[in-house]
């Protein structure tokens, strides 16, 4: 039982179930000296459009309420984030008021920081602390490779990303477990005990969906949670998709105490 709910993309200033998403907080993470408090959506995405255009090419997003990681529409995809289908789509990068970032409300989108993400390639064998390290790596691989090492990024993919509406990390994810499992669990074998402490898995029943971190054994390749662990999967294959974001270090609690019946109420000063 983990007291981290929060409404957010509410319809209207008074906060309650009625017109309010609810989302869970991930943690407390630092960048340049602040504090941003980092949420992701209770609930998968359940419409996505087939399609979508960004800046002259058409990339395949949706199929029924699961999406494509990055799938253009000649066939083409690889696990470069920065340059993914689905990052266009939820960051409305594309022509026109469309993607998901402009569905939300206006207020809600005042409050989201635009944040740095790192791209290090991963391995879903061992701790989360061990995929946290590899996912803070900058270091390219060398042009050509058929194989990068964990902590590396594939020679033609950014290193960084930039944006408002992400995806959790394979590490966020072995953060909802209980503390011991930090440095001792084992993602891909997480159904053997660790998450039955998890409260992404108990109680947000978060099974299925893709996550930010590509891996190392293939530059087409992105990670995701499939069942109770963590699996390696093409990019142009489907999945629910669970957004992430990180709130300014302005915004503030104005009420609620967290729990399932009284999620934390934000408000930007």
């Known amino acids: 039982s983990v007291n981290n709910y929060i409404y957010f993309n509410c319809t209207s200033s008074t906060q309650n179930s009625s017109n309010c998403e609810t ?37 395949k997003i949706g199929s029924g309420s699961s999406a494509y990681w990055n799938l253009k529409e000649d066939g083409t995809y690889n696990n470069n984030w920065a340059k993914a289908g689905l990052m266009y789509w939820l960051n409305s990068k594309g022509t026109g008021d469309t993607g998901y970032l402009n569905s939300l409300s206006t207020t809600s989108r005042n409050m989201i920081y635009s944040a740095l993400y790192h791209l290090g390639n ?97 530059n087409t390749n992105a990670t995701a949670i499939s069942g109770r662990y963590a699996v390696y999967l093409a990019t142009n294959s489907t999945k629910k998709v669970r957004p992430a974001l990180y709130l300014k270090s302005e915004v503030q609690i104005a009420g609620g105490d967290g729990s399932s019946s009284s999620p934390y109420q934000a408000v930007i000063e």
């Open 23 to 59: 989302w869970r907080i991930i943690g407390v993470f630092k960048e340049n000296g602040k504090d941003y408090v980092k949420i992701v959506r209770n609930t998968d995405i359940t419409t996505f459009p087939t399609t979508y255009t960004y800046n002259g090419t058409n990339y």
């Open 122 to 218: 991963v391995t879903k064998d061992g701790a989360p602390s061990k995929a946290y390290s590899y996912e803070n790596g900058s270091t390219k691989c060398n042009s050509g490779a058929s194989s990068c090492s964990t902590g590396y990024v594939w020679y033609d993919n950014d290193t960084t990303w930039t944006g408002k509406i992400g995806l959790m990390y394979l590490s966020d994810y072995g953060f909802s477990a209980s503390d011991s499992y930090w440095t001792s669990g084992d993602l891909y074998n997480w159904e053997q005990g660790p998450y039955s402490t998890s409260w992404m898995y108990s109680s947000a029943n978060f099974t299925e969906g893709w996550l930010i971190s590509p891996n190392y054994y293939s």
